[in-house]
Each structure stands twice: as structure tokens, then as C-alpha cells.
Nanobody, 127 residues
Framework: QVQLLESGGGLVQAGGSLRLSCAVSGRADTTNTIGWFRQAPGKERGFVAGVSWSGANTYYGDSGKGRFTISRDNAKKVVYLQMNSLKPEDTAVYYC????????????????????WGQGTQVTVSS
């Protein structure tokens, strides 16, 4: 089992920044790819960004390119999502999720490949 706990969400004005954190614990907690996904009301859950288990490889969905940065600190067992230049359309519940890559230092982007999920943290961007 891998446990994930998100924090750092909140209300911010458009143009502002937030840093989300995902605390990872449990079995094999440093050898999973970790992804951030988001889901707005009435919309499907979408991929935002992902990082490989070593932190060397990252990948961004269209929603995260150019404005968001994902990183991980395996010593602290935390994955971060730094979000800058936030827009009202970034309003959503943000989830972190862990996927097993069986030793490969790769990023997974399909939510169905992520077995473990956190409870989510709400991000609201006001205009």
C-alpha cells in the first residue's frame, strides 16, 4: 500500500501562485511515478504533470506546460507542484497519484495506470 496526502490548496487571485505538496508513505514509496491530476465540476479528471521516481524525468499535460513545475524530494518523501500565473480555469480539485513503473525511471500519464490516489485538495482561482 502507498498512502498519499495532498496539501497546499486554497483560494488565490488570478495571476497568483500556489505550491501543492503530496506526502508519500507506505511500501515502495520512493519507486513510483507520481502524477498530479485535476478535476473540475462536470469535467473528466485530467493529467497535469508527472515525475519519475528519481525525479530526473518530468512530463506536463497541456494544462501545466509553461506555468507549472513538478519536483520531488525523495529524502522528504514529498512531491511538489508549483503553480504560477494561475487562471480561473485552473479551478479544480487536484489529486496526486502513484503508479508502479517496475523499476523504470519513467512517467506515466494515464490515470488508469495510477493505483494509489490521495483525497485531493481544492484550488480556487478568482478572477
Amino acid at each position: 500500500q502507498v498512502q498519499l496526502l495532498e496539501s497546499g490548496g486554497g483560494l488565490v487571485q488570478a495571476g497568483g501562485s500556489l505550491r501543492l505538496s503530496c506526502a508519500v508513505s507506505g511500501r515502495a514509496d520512493t519507486t513510483n511515478t507520481i502524477g498530479w491530476f485535476r478535476q473540475a465540476p462536470g469535467k473528466e479528471r485530467g493529467f497535469v504533470a508527472g515525475v519519475s521516481w528519481s525525479g530526473a524525468n518530468t512530463y506536463y499535460g497541456d494544462s501545466g506546460k509553461g506555468r507549472f513545475t513538478i519536483s520531488r524530494d525523495n529524502a522528504k518523501k514529498v512531491v511538489y507542484l508549483q503553480m504560477n500565473s494561475l487562471k480561473p480555469e485552473d479551478t479544480a480539485v487536484y489529486y496526486c497519484a502513484a503508479g508502479d513503473t517496475y523499476g523504470e525511471d519513467i512517467v506515466l500519464i494515464d490515470p488508469t495506470n495510477h493505483r494509489y490516489w490521495g483525497q485531493g485538495t481544492q484550488v480556487t482561482v478568482s478572477s
